[in-house]
């Protein structure tokens, strides 16, 4: 037998040697492959990333000011009849709550589009997607709308003791919150990077606190909280 197997007679092999050369060559043939078959899997993956729809390139939302805003963008060459915006307070159950008539996406180019949702649910996340014509649904979108009012954060405290300050902050933007008694004593100081902090509940009683908000732009927040 020819190629990388030795001969072979009487199902043994006439030489030790060649048996060894041909084991180190197999060993070697299937790290090869082994390799290869990473690559193609991680190769795989830069392609094979989650997309919104097939129509679409990307469908994003996020909160601005008092309303939220989506943005959606048709490949190059898709076409489809109408858009329907649907929202939904579980990310299960949706309604109707827009509609984009007549032809979404172009032959040629392609198409961004924006639906504005000025009335969506208030400290809550709120779940979005779209049906494009008659080509289904698209993933879902979730944004956490934050109606924070003059004070710029708003306190949420539930009936086993948790208290959660929330705020709005842009990706990326950290900052420290210090909270103070209302006698001007530093209660605490702590680090944030998102849009809510918990506060432990051993450390807060009821009663009332001022909170100062530093963002890392030199932007802040600053008012009074009550601990109920």
Known sequence: MSGIFPNISGHQFVDLALYVQWLKKTDCLMRLLLHLFVLIIFLSGLSLKAQPHALLQD?????????????????????????????????????????????????ETAVTFTFTDSLPQANAVNYYRLELG???????????????????????SSSSGQTDILFQNSQGRTGKALIF??????????????????????????????????????????????IP
């Open 59 to 107: 469908f994003t939302g996020y909160q601005n000011s008092n309303q939220i805003t989506l943005r959606w963008t048709f490949r190059s060459g898709s076409l489809c009849e109408g858009t329907r915006i649907e929202r939904s307070a579980d990310g299960f159950i949706f309604e109707e709550v827009g509609q984009i008539p007549g032809v979404c996406g172009s032959s």
């Open 134 to 156: 008659n080509y289904g649904y698209t993933s879902t979108v979730s944004v956490e709308f934050l109606n924070t009012g003059d004070n710029g954060f708003i306190v949420l």
């Open 181 to 226: 008694s209302s006698n001007g004593k530093k209660l605490a100081e702590m680090a944030f990077t998102g849009k809510r902090l918990s506060l432990p509940e051993a450390r807060f009683s009821s009663g009332i606190y001022l909170l100062l908000l530093a963002f890392s732009d030199n932007f802040s927040i600053s008012g009074n909280f009550i």
